[in-house]
């Protein structure tokens, strides 16, 4: 895997997950990458989105993006993208202890339904458990 950044290193943990060996390249003296800089992260829905009484929003939201980009996307695409959100973020909360460094709480992205934002409990603080498999 080349580059430690957030996707390069979830590319990684998934890879391992899956029976894989890795062997992680990475420039810079830490890992991170621009993830080092995030506050957190929104998404659509996921199991904790249930637990915190959000509402399923996820054909509503697909249907306000199909619109905004004129549907000038491949549809299927973007449905897989809508349901991998929810499978992202049930793997990141179950399998590497997001609850530790993230506070889940319901917010908005514009107009239209909730959605569910993780947000770092110390800004700037990339999430340990993510880092490590």
């Not at 430690?4 to 062997?23: M, Q, R």
């Not at 904790?48 to 549809?75: C, M, Q, T, W």
């Not at 530790?100 to 700037?124: L, N």
């Amino acid at each position: 895997m080349i580059g430690g950044g957030g996707a390069g290193l979830i590319a990684a943990n998934k890879a391992l997950d899956l029976g894989c060996s890795v062997i992680a390249l990475e420039k810079m003296h830490e890992v991170g990458g621009s993830s080092w800089y995030a506050g957190g992260f929104r998404i659509h829905w996921c199991q904790k989105s249930a637990e915190l009484g959000i509402e399923d929003n996820r054909k509503a939201k697909y249907e306000e993006f199909l619109e905004k980009v004129e549907h000038r996307v491949d549809p299927e695409l973007l449905a897989r993208m809508f349901e991998a959100n929810e499978q992202f973020a049930d793997w990141l909360i179950d399998e590497h202890d997001m609850l530790k460094d993230y506070e889940v709480k319901q917010g908005h992205m514009g107009p239209g339904p909730a959605v569910t934002i993780f947000e770092a409990r110390t800004p700037g603080t990339m999430p340990q458990n993510a880092l490590t498999a």
